[in-house]
T-cell receptor, first 111, second 114 residues
């Protein structure tokens, strides 16, 4: 059973702080990792993907991948109240074109 | 442009009705997906079409019937649903083949079965 684990939260941070969201996965053969943001009542929006070990930065977002530790994280710098949402970690299943999703971490950014 | 469209946005249907959900993408993607999402849960995969052929059916009840008329369109036909089938139904697409796996979701159809 392939598993993706996330802390359900809520993770509360003040405006302007760095929010750190973490995800671990069980499928050692996984090569592709995704972060989706989902506002309440809306559909998931792809905000970052990472395929190689290390860091990948896009604006205020940084994705970090450590395949040896089976760990992927998302850092949000200068957090804004508009970042308040549920963040879903998704891992591509090895050998298949399907994703396994974590249960999501709710982020609350207070003004 | 990473747009997937879905219609209708909302649907209320009785347990004896037949209805269809529609999904369209114009990104040239060759893989399309149907997901079901209940409140406070992650999306749950239902079906995968790859190059217009059904490649994965995650043991979904036969009251849900997918159809892929062409590479841009995906339908989900609904018949004799149960109240527990009420959920947000999401369509997604990805390039398919190769090494690009990013999936893009449509806005979803909020289905209520009465």
């Amino acid at each position: 059973q392939k598993e993706v684990e996330q802390n359900s939260g809520p993770l509360s941070v003040p405006e302007g702080a760095i929010a750190s969201l973490n995800c671990t996965y069980s499928d050692r053969g996984s090569q592709s990792f995704f972060w989706y943001r989902q506002y309440s009542g809306k559909s998931p929006e792809l905000i970052m993907f990472i395929y190689s070990n290390g860091d990948k930065e896009d604006g205020r977002f940084t994705a970090q991948l450590n395949k040896a530790s089976q760990y992927v994280s998302l850092l949000i710098r200068d957090s804004q109240p508009s970042d308040s949402a549920t963040y879903l970690c998704a891992v591509k299943n090895s050998g298949y074109s399907t994703l396994t999703f974590g249960k999501g971490t709710m982020l609350l950014v207070s003004p | 442009d990473t747009e997937v469209t879905q219609t209708p946005k909302h649907l209320v249907m009785g347990m004896t009705n037949k209805k269809s959900l529609k999904c369209e993408q114009h990104m040239g993607h060759r893989a399309m997906y149907w997901y079901k999402q209940k409140a406070k849960k992650p999306p749950e995969l239902m079906f995968v079409y790859s190059y217009e052929k059904l490649s994965i059916n995650e043991s979904v009840p036969s009251r849900f019937s997918p159809e892929c008329p062409n590479s841009s369109l995906l339908n989900l036909h609904l018949h004799a649903l149960q109240p527990e089938d009420s959920a947000l139904y999401l369509c997604a697409s990805s390039q398919g083949g190769g090494r690009i796996y990013e999936q893009y979701f449509g806005p979803g159809t909020r289905l209520t079965v009465t």
